[in-house]
């Protein structure tokens, strides 16, 4: 059974860089194929997109409240895809969720990791 592992959230300071890591693993694993997506969900909210990345690691997509802010990328060899976070806001507090499109639709992520807190303090 394949599971989706992050790491590397914590506190920090408005303005502040933060790099989280979410590693694939399991029977079955062929996380090449997948797309990859960033998710976050903010106390009180609902949890909303953040960034995504094809197979191939070309052609990343932010939602317009981290563009230019945070980066996405993956190492297929290492199973792993990554979101840099720098000039962090309060406003991004948050639990961060990797998840996976291994269907290849584009819109619907069948599989999630468990989370990691991201806490920004002003």
């Known amino acids: 059974q394949v599971q989706l592992v992050e790491s590397g959230g914590g506190l920090v300071q408005a303005g502040g860089s933060l790099r989280l890591s979410c590693a694939a693993s399991g029977s079955g694993l062929t996380f090449s194929d997948y797309i990859m997506g960033w998710f976050r969900q903010a106390p009180g909210k609902e949890r909303e997109f953040v960034a995504r990345?094809?197979?191939?690691?070309?052609?990343?997509y932010y939602a317009d409240s981290v563009e230019g802010r945070f980066t996405i990328s993956r190492d297929n060899a290492k199973n792993t895809v990554y979101l840099q976070m720098d000039s962090l806001k309060p406003e991004d507090t948050a639990v961060y969720y990797c998840a996976a499109d291994r269907r290849w639709t584009g819109t619907t992520y069948d599989l999630w990791g468990q989370g990691t807190q991201v806490t920004v303090s002003s």
């Open positions: 990345v094809t197979r191939g690691g070309t052609f990343p």
